[in-house]
Every structure is written in structure tokens, then in C-alpha cells.
């Protein structure tokens, strides 16, 4: 097997081990069996490069790993077939991911597609993979997302299956974490003016209305424009409606920006929960002391019960794994890195033809797995190729390894898979 | 109240834009070199001191000492090997070296930084705020003003009565009859890059504080270097200093009237500037 890389994005660490797998394979396999060996194309495209390769850290590890697990081949239907993968760097770009998907669809003809993270990346690249006919895989963006502005509310897609929460499901995880702690019940909320901020902050579908339903007082103010240096307006609004809860969604610059401001204003919620910019542990980090209580939504922690259909490693296993390896912290997209590898596989090993595009797309359809993130099976979900999984919410402590540990303080949506590990606190302003 | 508490939120912000707009001054406005990396030097220059202090335990008053003297050594070596090979009557070469010199300090500090947002830890000065008659300011903000006062002063100081600033003002309006005279305009021009960079220095520890930094922030807080620069007019100090509280007080006018409306408050302030007074509010009569 070999694996492919882009000479003018790839890093030195990925494009030595690539030539690494490439030299070994050549050398392991003799002449004739390299040539009657049938190969599978996987496509990977992936934000590796640019202000979304936080994502794309664990994509790049991950097709690694596999790269490992499958250079003997796999066997299909008692034949074993070598996997060619094309990790392809998007550069946060979606543009580029569209550009990508079209030339390894064409020229290098692959036979399945995985858009690894990302409304920017999924969605383009899906597009063309239902243009062209290429089954297509993706996570790591709301359901909402993958389906709404691609027009899949009048009819589902024939193509492109996706696998994550909704956004009915994260607002039920931020009421649900507000409910467990003592406050007025006055939320104020941030939405920042680009397309995350418009479908969080919508009055039809979003935060305010979901938050009203539960039975809060919500103050929007009109949304900001990403990368303000000023939040003075916002914080008096909260301030003269003692707004004890801040929500809503905005980047680390943003909310660390809000927050100094806040100190400086004398205003201390009592609650800070915010999507995107608390996901991963450098977003904490940057929040320095008052990072401590600050809360988020969790789609995937070492403490899920499941394991890897590919490798039996638990989730504990595969953080621990990664923090050994590449000495940093887990990071959630780490567990769905891995799932939608374990979707790929399976769904070739049950192809009735692993070469042809359409006996892929039928054994993708019809799967029905239980992954490191849960069980994955398109139909029952909200949409035809939707399946939704679990979230919760967590909030950041004080960590004894590293400087932030994540623990999760609510689970009203999923009780069956975890339970809440503590009971959440308001944050101590000092 | 609002509005007395938004123009005092708009000055303390402009504070801020008078530090990155400074050294703009000097550098455009006065030499006439339009520095595209002005903002991504400033990137270089926070992530600096945020890697240094996590290595030296220094306060934050250690770290401006620290900082301030490779920023210096920046700054020359800058003018020295790049900028003097490009800077002449002519605008456009220097623009065009330092819009490529732009993309390879993002792309270099993606390599060895990576694309994580970073801050300095918050040390109690970021969050201090004090009050009078109910409205609170920021310890940080106020210093950040009081800094960009002094820097201005002493700047304005240095350009009017220093053998420096004569021969700096020379070699601007006419290099080869300053040459003549027996000012070095290219020794004088390594000088001025060297102390506009310094002030970046101070600018960039300010920065990491308040907020965060990532390689791709820096010409995201450009613009409003120029914009002041430009709404104050060329050539002047002071200029560039009030341009810097116009911008300010205009962006936090306009977010009080509607959060999504400040910083368009900003452009259009600069927008009407330039269509009514197009040399700058105090430029200098010719």
C-alpha cells in the first residue's frame, strides 16, 4: 500500500513516514503480486493547514495509524486488496476542498471519499462527491449544517452520508447545564456575524428561542463582527439586565477579548458556556486563570464507554495513545478521527465490490456499527443520511496532568452512556 | 452615561490603535515606505514574548525589556537587508517586498508556532479595573493610553529637535540633497524602522495580554494603523495619534448603537475623512 501525499502541503514528519510506507511496500511484495494485487483508492481531505487545523491534527495522526493497521491489504470476500490513501491538505480553504474533491475523483479515481472535519471542508467537497457519484463519509459539523444549505430538506442526498449531533441537541445540553446551577435565569448571549453565529443566534431555529423554551430570560444583543476590539456595549446591555449566564458561540480571540473586558468592568457571570472556542485545550489555555469553570459542549472524552471496532482500543486507550505520541493533550475530534476510519473500513469490507463506486455507496447506506463514538446506522435518524450521536456538556477544571481537564457535568440527553463525572460550579472570579 | 462611558471606552481603545498606528507613522507617513508586515511583525513579536515567558520567569515589565531590544534589532535588520534595497521616490517596490514579506512571517510563524490561538497568562494587570462615578476602566487600557502619550511625545520631540530627527526629516523630503548635506539616509532610515519596531515591541506585550494571537491576526489590526495614520494625516505624530481616538471613539459610538455596527463606524468615519479632508485632519499646510 502506499499513501499519497500533496509534495506542497505536506509536513516533513508525514511526508517521511509516507515515503517510509511507500519504500517498505515496494520492497515487501514481490513483482508479480504487486501487480495482481487489486488497490483501493480512499480520498482524505482534510484542514490541515490554515485557521482550522486544529481539526486537522487528529485526521493527519489518524490516517497514519491506519496507514500502519492496513499495509498488509484487507481482505474482502476472501480476496485481499491493498488501500492507497490520498490525504489531501484543504488549507482551511473551502474553495481548495471543492478543487481537491474534483481531482481525486477524476484523476485519481478513488473509490470512496472522506471529508474528514468541518462544515468548510464537508460541505464542498460532498457536493461534489453527489455531483460525480463517490460515496462520501464525513463528521464534525451539526447535522443542520450538512444538510440545510446543501438543499437536503426537500430530498435526501444519494451520495454523502454524515455522522454527528444537531443543534437541537447542544442547545438541550446549555439549558440543561444552566438548570443545574443557582442563577437568576438571565442569559446573555454572543453571536458572532458570519454563518456559525447566524444559524446559533436564529430566532426561528437557534439559541434565543430554545432558551426562552426552557423557561430563561434571554438578552441578544445584534451580532458582532468577528475580531471586535471592543465589547463595552455588550457587557453594559448584560450588566443592566444582570444577566448571570453568558451564552452563545464565538472563537478563542473573541471571548478572550470579552472576557478581560469583563474583569475590567467589574461584570462576573456566573456561568460562561460557549461553543467552538472552548472545544479544544489551547482555547482554554488562553483564557489563562479565569479559564477554570468555563463550560462547552462534549461530543467525545476518554471516559466514553465504547470501544474501536478496528483496533479493540478504548476510548481511554486512544487518548493516551495520542498524548504519548505527539505529546499534547486529547482533543474531541481524536475519537471521531477514528470513527469514521472504522465507517470506511467496514463499509468496504461489506461491499459487494469494493472497486465499484455504487456497491459502496449501498454498504454504507446499510451500516450498522458500533464505533469508539457509538453505534452508527443511517435511517433512524432526522434525516435519510443522517446519524445522529451523543453529546454532552462539560465544563473545564483545574487538570493534574495537563493545565485544563474537561468533565463532564451534564448528560440529560444521554443518560444511558454517561454519567455526569461532577456537578457543575459557578466560576470563581478573583 | 452610556454615551460619556462609550467615548471613554472609544479613547482607551484608541489608545491601543495609537500604538500600532506609531510606528505606521514613522514609517509611512514620514519615509514614505508602506510596510505591509507592519501587523504581522507585531504577530512575530507577541508569540515571541508568549514563548519567552514561558521559559523565563519574568513579570511582565521584564518581558517589555526583554522584548524591546530584539524588536530594535528587528527593525534594523529589517531596513538593512530588505527595505533599503527597495526604498526610493518610487512607492510601489517596498510595498510589493513587504506584501511578500507578509505572507512568508504568517507562513513561518505557522511552522514553528503553529496555528493555536495563544495569550500571555493573565497576571491580574489585564483584569484590574478602577471607578469613577460609576464608570470602570481597565488598569491595562489606561496604561496602554498613557504609553501611546509618552511614545507620541517623545517621538514628536525626537523628530522636531534631534540631529536625528532633522536628518530623518531630510532624507524624507529629499534623499540625495540630504546625502549632499551629509546625512547617511540609509543609516538614518535603519534607525527609524529600528525605534518604529520597538514601539511594536511594547505594542505586542500589551496585545498578548488583552486578547489572544494566532499567525493569520496581523492584518486583521493593520488597517486601523493606516486608517489612523491616514485620517490624522501624513507626516504627523499627533496626527496619527488623534486619527487613532477618532477610530476608537467612532467604533465604540457605533457598537453602543448597535454591536454590529462598530467597527463600520470606523470605515466610515475613515471614509468621510477622506472625501472632505483627504490630506488629514492636521496635516501640514503646503
Known amino acids: 500500500m502506499t499513501l499519497t501525499i500533496n509534495p506542497h502541503t505536506v509536513d516533513r514528519r508525514t511526508l517521511l513516514k509516507g515515503l517510509g510506507a511507500v519504500t517498505a511496500a515496494t520492497i515487501a511484495l514481490p513483482h508479480g503480486a504487486r501487480a495482481a494485487a487489486k488497490t483501493i483508492k480512499v480520498g482524505v481531505i482534510s484542514p490541515m493547514t490554515g485557521p482550522l487545523s486544529l481539526f486537522g491534527d487528529t485526521d493527519d495522526y489518524t490516517a497514519n495509524k491506519i496507514m500502519d493497521l492496513v499495509k498488509d491489504g484487507i481482505e474482502i470476500g476472501g480476496e485481499t486488496y491493498n488501500i492507497e490513501i490520498l490525504l489531501r491538505d484543504a488549507q482551511s480553504n473551502p474553495n481548495k476542498a471543492a478543487e481537491i474533491a474534483g481531482d481525486l475523483i477524476l484523476n485519481d479515481e478513488v473509490h470512496i471519499m472522506l471529508p474528514a472535519s468541518t462544515t468548510d471542508i464537508n460541505n464542498p467537497t460532498a457536493d461534489q462527491c453527489e455531483l460525480y457519484g463517490v460515496p462520501c463519509i464525513s463528521s464534525n459539523s451539526p447535522w443542520q449544517a450538512f444538510v440545510m444549505p446543501r438543499g437536503g430538506a426537500e430530498q435526501p442526498f444519494e451520495w454523502t452520508y454524515h455522522f454527528f449531533w444537531g443543534l437541537e441537541d447542544v442547545l438541550g445540553t446549555f439549558t440543561g447545564m444552566w438548570k443545574s446551577i443557582e442563577t437568576n435565569g438571565k442569559v446573555g448571549m454572543l453571536f458572532p456575524r458570519n454563518a456559525d453565529g447566524e444559524t446559533w443566534g436564529s430566532d426561528e431555529y437557534g439559541l434565543p428561542p430554545a432558551v426562552r423554551d426552557a423557561g430563561f430570560e434571554a438578552f441578544a444583543p445584534s451580532m458582532f463582527e468577528p475580531r471586535t476590539n471592543d465589547f463595552s456595549a455588550q457587557i453594559a446591555e448584560f450588566k443592566r439586565n444582570e444577566c448571570e449566564i453568558v451564552g452563545g458561540i464565538t472563537y478563542v480571540a473573541d471571548l478572550k477579548t470579552f472576557i478581560t473586558q469583563c474583569n475590567q468592568q467589574n461584570y462576573h457571570p456566573k456561568v460562561v458556556t460557549v461553543a467552538a472556542a472552548l472545544l479544544f485545550p489551547s482555547g482554554i489555555e488562553a483564557m489563562g486563570e479565569l479559564g477554570t469553570g468555563m463550560s462547552s459542549e462534549v461530543w467525545w472524552t476518554p471516559a466514553f464507554p465504547y470501544t474501536s471496532s478496528l483496533t479493540g482500543q478504548t476510548s481511554q486507550d486512544l487518548a493516551d495513545n495520542w498524548e504519548s505520541e505527539t505529546g499534547k493533550q486529547w482533543t474531541q475530534p481524536l475519537g471521531y478521527a477514528h470513527a469514521l476510519w472504522e465507517v470506511i473500513l467496514d463499509t468496504l469490507k461489506r461491499s459487494e465490490n469494493p472497486l465499484d463506486r455504487m456497491a459502496n455507496r449501498d454498504a454504507l447506506a446499510a451500516t450498522n456499527l458500533d464505533t469508539i463514538v457509538g453505534n452508527i446506522r443511517f435511517g433512524d435518524g432526522p434525516h435519510a443520511n443522517i446519524c445522529k450521536t451523543p453529546i454532552f456538556g462539560g465544563q473545564w477544571v483545574k487538570g493534574e496532568k495537563w493545565p485544563f481537564d474537561l468533565k463532564i457535568v451534564d448528560a440529560s440527553l444521554n443518560p444511558d452512556v454517561l454519567q455526569p463525572e461532577a456537578q457543575m460550579f459557578p466560576i470563581a472570579w478573583s | ?286
Open chain 2, 1 to 286: 452615561m452610556q454615551w460619556l462611558d462609550a467615548i471613554i471606552q472609544g479613547v482607551l481603545l484608541g489608545g491601543m490603535y495609537a500604538q500600532y498606528a506609531l510606528g505606521m507613522a514613522l514609517m509611512f507617513g514620514v519615509m514614505r515606505i508602506v510596510n505591509i508586515a507592519h501587523g504581522d511583525v507585531m504577530i512575530l513579536l507577541s508569540l515571541i514574548v508568549i514563548s519567552l515567558a514561558g521559559v523565563l520567569p519574568l513579570g511582565n515589565i521584564g518581558l517589555i525589556v526583554v522584548i524591546v531590544p530584539i524588536a530594535v534589532l528587528l527593525g534594523w535588520v529589517l531596513q538593512k537587508f530588505i527595505l533599503n534595497k527597495v526604498v526610493g521616490a518610487d512607492p510601489l517596490p517596498s510595498l510589493i517586498a513587504t506584501f511578500g514579506l507578509s505572507i512568508a512571517l504568517q507562513n513561518l510563524m505557522l511552522e514553528v508556532w503553529s496555528a493555536d490561538t495563544r495569550s500571555l497568562p493573565n497576571s491580574g494587570i489585564a483584569s484590574a479595573s478602577f471607578e469613577i462615578g460609576g464608570i470602570y476602566m481597565g488598569l491595562l487600557p489606561v496604561l496602554v493610553l498613557i504609553c501611546a502619550v509618552v511614545l507620541t511625545g517623545g517621538l514628536d520631540a525626537v523628530l522636531r529637535y534631534s540631529r536625528f530627527g532633522r536628518g530623518l526629516r531630510a532624507a524624507a523630503a529629499d534623499t540625495e540633497a540630504a546625502a549632499m548635506t551629509g546625512v547617511d539616509p540609509k543609516r538614518i532610515y535603519a534607525i527609524a524602522t529600528a525605534i518604529a519596531v520597538a514601539i511594536l515591541g511594547l505594542a505586542a506585550v500589551f496585545a498578548a495580554l488583552r486578547a489572544t494571537v494566532s499567525p493569520s491576526d496581523g492584518s486583521a489590526q493593520l488597517i486601523y494603523a493606516f486608517e489612523a495614520v491616514i485620517i490624522g494625516g501624513m507626516g504627523s505624530l499627533w496626527g496619527a495619534f488623534l486619527g487613532a481616538m477618532v477610530l476608537g471613539v467612532a467604533q465604540a459610538i457605533g457598537l453602543r448603537i448597535d454591536p454590529g455596527l462598530g467597527i463600520l463606524f470606523g470605515h466610515l468615519v475613515f471614509l468621510a475623512v477622506l472625501a472632505t479632508r483627504p490630506e488629514g485632519i492636521m496635516a501640514r499646510k503646503k
